[in-house]
């Protein structure tokens, strides 16, 4: 199935996933392409992002930070959409806005949850380094992880959306910036291109070892995106008063039940309390009333100078988002993982 | 050994403690009145203080965050001390002292760790509630836990030095204070006494299930100083934002391995990242600098118009200093467990 101008692919929840997503866990669909009422404009899909956090909402339980995805219903996720048809006063016909049209060609809105991608060359970077990753990037590492000069900032996932981003920040603080990504290629490119001081692939034995070894002066700052090995390979090494925002944790999105034991969790209290450290949570969903003015102007700057560089990774075609999806939730992707879905 | 005026009483560490301690690690010894150097003080020990965090220094690994007592040296601990001889300018013999003789009759100082107990009445305060303990309670719930009116803030330990503080502290805020202590008697003293909206006996069967209908609006602060299963009865609670100064893990002290599985780790952080927690561990040693004089301030102020109220657990004699910590441990203090080593 193609696109055309006519029929709306969609790709829906076929399955709830047990572990990771699998193909048939996705369906593909044609419907009609809906008609826009008053008051609404109809999106037709450029590029879709595509993000960790999607696998959590295909859940039936466990906790969520967004409706999760009825089986069905089309998966969701955020887009760079060209408006082509306009009931709206505030849209007009063929802008670009940074909407919530999920993995399909077509969508309705009302226009509350639309943006316009003014000046942003490529339009792609609305969902990336100038969008939720990049924003994600900045709250949890400025706000939560508040590098200092001189400090050692441990990012893993460091050649992906948000760590890259992460690391480049930290680096315009002063801080000595040690990545942690899969395969030698991503860790060239995180020391050669992005500047970072070191890099560590994580599919190399003795992990805990050689990130001691990296690090001789303990982590200060560890931005957690991954969990699992990387985690425990960290915790011992963090500095009194170290800082960990905690932005995912994509090792066990697809965990079914807890792992074996022992019970490590008093062990993580109580290097909380020995060492004084600042753990915390967010959701870039809170913050974007107080801080998205703020990161728009810091990143447009850094984007000019060419103090932050980033990375794309698209792939073309609605219908392959599927498995591009689960390569991401297994480390494939290098960079920012879009479909280009159509032509802008 | 009775107290004399010529002979140093001290209880030293005899064995590192396998779990719990015992009676037997600990060794009341007879040595010689030191005698003062000139820019020394010679102090003799009116009050010591009992606190949770000496175990920690007991054991020969693991992370403390004060210096550990060697075998043999005598215990550690805050003390309230009358100079008896002085050679240092600053001090004058009669006067009475904050500082840090450990678990002793007589000490000598170079006045460099010692406070003016100025006009506390009585002084044991200044190792209670206007000292490490309220000052403890005061810095954790108000930097870090930041309680707003209306916030419900679960105290465990709610009868203790630390817990009983932050819960008067958190209904002067405007919160809603549930607490958790051992034992009915301690119960109803914290709610008909200190004016806890609730308090919840830890001993009765069922705490999850109670703390749940206790906290019908989930938990928006919890006070960590206990761990184990007063912090699994509080995890699935706590609400999105929830803040948790973790400030002890009494219950994890005596642990000498992990518990059995399986591995809550990774639960821990996802239920941080989910909820947007903040979750940090301190050690009130760091904050003197910064906080200690807004804190004595305030607090004088509430214990004048009695809007906090202190309980003192006295101990008489310093050899019975060991069963005290003992309990301690166990949870058999009521109040804030002080030994009363001499008249002052």
């Given at each position: 199935m193609s696109q055309t101008d006519t029929v709306n692919r969609r790709i829906v929840l076929a399955a709830r996933p047990r572990g990771l997503p699998v193909p048939e866990d996705f369906r593909l669909e044609q419907v009609e392409v809906p008609e826009p009422a008053d008051g609404q404009v109809l999106l037709r899909t450029a590029f879709l992002s595509l993000d960790p956090y999607m696998r959590n909402l295909m859940d039936e339980v466990g906790p969520v930070y967004a409706p999760r995805v009825e089986l069905g219903a089309p998966m969701v996720g955020a887009t760079v959409s060209r408006?082509?048809?306009?009931?709206?006063?505030r849209f007009r016909e063929g802008e670009l806005v940074l909407g919530n049209a999920g993995w399909q060609d077509f969508a309705l809105s009302d226009g509350s949850d639309l943006l316009a991608v003014d000046g942003i060359d490529p339009p792609s970077l609305a969902l990336g380094g100038l969008g939720m990753t990049g924003f994600t990037a900045y709250v949890g590492l400025l706000d939560i992880g508040a590098p200092k000069p001189g400090d050692t900032v441990v990012v893993a996932a460091a050649s992906g959306a948000v760590g890259a981003v992460v690391g480049q920040i930290a680096r315009l603080k002063g801080a000595r910036v040690v990545g942690i990504c899969g395969g030698e290629e991503k860790c060239r490119y995180v020391v050669d291109e992005l500047g970072f001081d070191a890099c560590l692939d994580r599919h190399e034995p003795e992990l805990a070892a050689r990130l001691a070894v990296a690090c001789p002066d303990g982590i200060d700052v560890y931005f957690e995106n991954v969990g699992g090995e990387v985690f425990d390979a960290v915790l011992p090494l963090l500095n009194i008063g170290a800082r960990v925002p905690v932005c995912g944790i994509i090792a066990h999105y697809n965990d079914r039940t807890l792992r074996d034991g022992p019970d490590r969790l008093p062990l993580l209290q109580s290097t909380l309390l020995q060492k004084r450290i600042r753990m915390q949570g967010f959701v870039i969903l809170d913050h974007y009333a107080e801080r998205f003015e703020a990161f728009r102007r810091d990143m447009l700057v850094w984007l000019r100078d060419r103090q932050v560089l980033l990375r794309e990774d698209r792939v073309d075609g609605l219908e392959k988002a599927p498995a591009a999806f689960i390569g991401l939730l297994q480390g494939r992707n290098f960079g920012k993982l879009l479909v280009r879905v159509a032509e802008t």
């Open positions: 408006v082509i048809a306009s009931r709206h006063p």
